[in-house]
């Protein structure tokens, strides 16, 4: 059983930045998919960011590229999030995720994912 362990959500201003950490609890699977994915009110979940092991492949959303960077230490276990020029539209209950990965690009869909972390709420205030 796989847990992840999120950190670093808040509240920020508008225009500030945020950095999230996701720490696996024990050994990922030897090639595995793992990013982020959020949840605002009466909405679906979607897809951030996500990384595949190696980082040979990244994905992200439209509303985030140029914003958003996510980042792998694979020695640690541990996937970062760094959350730049937030908008309020940001504003998210954020979640940590990972899949088995096979090659290819990593899945989007948060139906895809085996494992989750606890959640992170972001505040963003314009």
């Known amino acids: 059983q796989v847990q992840l362990v999120e950190s670093g959500g808040g509240s920020v201003q508008a225009g500030g930045s945020l950095r999230f950490s996701c720490a696996a609890s024990t050994y990922l699977y030897s090639s595995y998919c793992i990013g982020w994915f959020r949840q605002a009110p009466g909405q679906e979940r979607e897809g951030v960011a996500i990384?595949?092991?190696?980082?040979?492949?990244?994905y992200y959303a439209d509303s985030v590229k140029g914003r958003f960077f996510i980042s792998l230490d694979n020695a640690e276990n541990t996937v970062y999030l760094q959350m730049n020029s937030l908008k309020p539209e940001d504003a998210a209950m954020y979640y940590c995720?990972?899949?088995?990965?096979?090659?290819?690009?990593?899945?989007?869909?948060?139906?895809?994912?085996?494992?989750w972390g606890q959640g992170t709420q972001v505040t963003v205030s314009s």
């Open positions: 990384i595949a092991s190696g980082g040979s492949s990244t």
């Open positions: 995720a990972t899949r088995p990965w096979y090659g290819g690009s990593c899945a989007t869909r948060w139906e895809n994912y085996v494992y």
